[in-house]
């Protein structure tokens, strides 16, 4: 069902090529539909993509404090929850290396940790700047 007051699609090429070439780091694959799904059904880009990156921020957060706290239960809950969470925006490699690492034993080798960790925070700056970009153009 379309709502009457959706928004026309926020997230297409030109904005992704532009997230591309501003993000700190390698492109990390998302799903640009899912976005434009969420926009014709009359969610408001901004404000899902402003809590979405301060809800992965705040999980990436406590990822990177959990390991020297040795709580290995709340590890496994974090790295399912960021699992979920890039999986709103369609990023399904990303998804399916944080499901398993959040299945696996509580020794997981740090390096692992850390490379999901970059590809997270790489997603989120390059959500922001193609949400940066559009912003600019629409105005």
């Known amino acids: 069902m379309v709502n009457g007051n959706a928004q026309p699609p926020l997230f297409f090429s030109s ?8 993000s700190s780091g390698p492109f990390e694959p998302f799903e640009i539909r899912y976005l434009d799904a969420l926009s014709e059904e009359g969610v408001n880009l901004d404000v899902f993509l402003d809590n979405w990156r301060q809800a992965m921020n705040d999980d990436l957060a406590r990822l990177d404090a959990l390991p020297r706290e040795g709580d290995f239960d709340r590890f496994h809950r974090v790295l399912h929850r960021l699992s979920g969470a890039v999986a709103l925006v369609g990023a399904h490699s990303l998804m399916e290396a944080l499901r ?6 509580p020794e997981l080798d740090a390096e692992l940790i850390d490379a999901l960790t970059a590809r997270a925070r790489s997603l989120v700056t390059q959500l922001e700047a193609a949400s940066r970009a559009f912003r600019s153009r629409s105005q």
């Open 100 to 105: 398993c690492a959040s299945l696996s034993p």
């Open 15 to 22: 904005a992704v090529q532009s997230s591309d070439s501003l």
